[in-house]
């Protein structure tokens, strides 16, 4: 169990609505990521942070933007949610970066109307 | 570009079947490789890191073939217990590039 927690689990939100999905790992890990999860699609990663105030986007990072103010939060906010951006979001850390395996938090299962 | 590809399936076989998973990759840089499981709705969750040695755990062994871009799952004497998505994954840099998964279903 790599502790980490994510929040809401379930949310349904309005088209042009700003929505933020938590994530939050007890073990001080340096890394952490958000990925999507849509059928047909492997996870996607949106975007990742590899320490308090450094993050970087990935694949498809457009329509959302993060922060980490803490080593324990990785927040994750849909500016002005669309129905394109329904979808389970994952969480994910890594010990140590580059070329290590991820562990993933439960999902974010997100419904826009 | 499909970087990383696998056969959807889905694999129906019955208990104590041995099965075979495969999966390409497209960057030869590449220096990670995982398979991962997923059961329905829930989280991906590692299965095992995959060496160039060839590695071994338990029921499962995992092949990579850096010439050929490849890397195999097999699973022996298989539980109803291993019906689940099966991800091929491969790390080029910080991100992970995940296949779309095999799915394998056990049935008794």
């Known amino acids: 169990d790599a502790g980490i927690t994510q929040s809401p689990r379930h949310k349904v939100t309005e088209t042009g609505t700003p929505v933020t999905l938590r994530c939050h790992q007890t073990?001080?890990?340096?890394?952490m990521y958000w990925y999507r999860q849509d059928p047909g699609h492997g996870l996607r990663l949106i975007h990742y942070?590899?320490?308090?105030?450094?993050?970087d986007k990935g694949e498809v990072s457009d329509g959302y933007s993060v922060s980490r103010s803490k080593t324990e939060d990785f927040l994750l906010t849909l500016e002005s949610a669309t129905s394109s951006q329904t979808s389970v979001y994952f969480c994910?850390?890594?010990?140590?970066?580059?070329?290590?395996?991820?562990?993933f938090g439960p999902g974010t299962r997100l419904t826009v109307l | 570009r499909k970087e990383v590809e696998q056969d959807p399936g889905p694999f129906n076989v019955p208990e104590g079947a041995t099965v075979a998973f495969n999966c390409t990759y497209s960057?030869?840089?590449?220096?990670?490789f995982f398979w991962y499981r997923q059961d329905c709705r829930k989280e991906p969750k590692l299965l095992m890191s995959v060496y160039s040695s060839g590695n071994e755990d338990g029921r499962f062994t995992a092949q990579l073939n850096r010439a050929s871009q490849y890397i195999s799952l097999l699973i022996r004497d298989s539980k109803l217990s291993d019906s689940a998505t099966y991800l091929c994954?491969?790390?080029?840099?910080?991100?992970?590039?995940f296949g779309k998964g095999t799915t394998l279903s056990v049935s008794s």
């Open positions: 073990e001080n890990h340096r890394y």
């Open positions: 942070s590899y320490g308090v105030k450094d993050t």
């Open positions: 994910a850390i890594s010990y140590s970066g580059d070329y290590n395996e991820q562990f």
């Open positions: 994954v491969v790390n080029g840099g910080t991100a992970l590039i």
């Open positions: 960057n030869s840089a590449s220096q990670s």
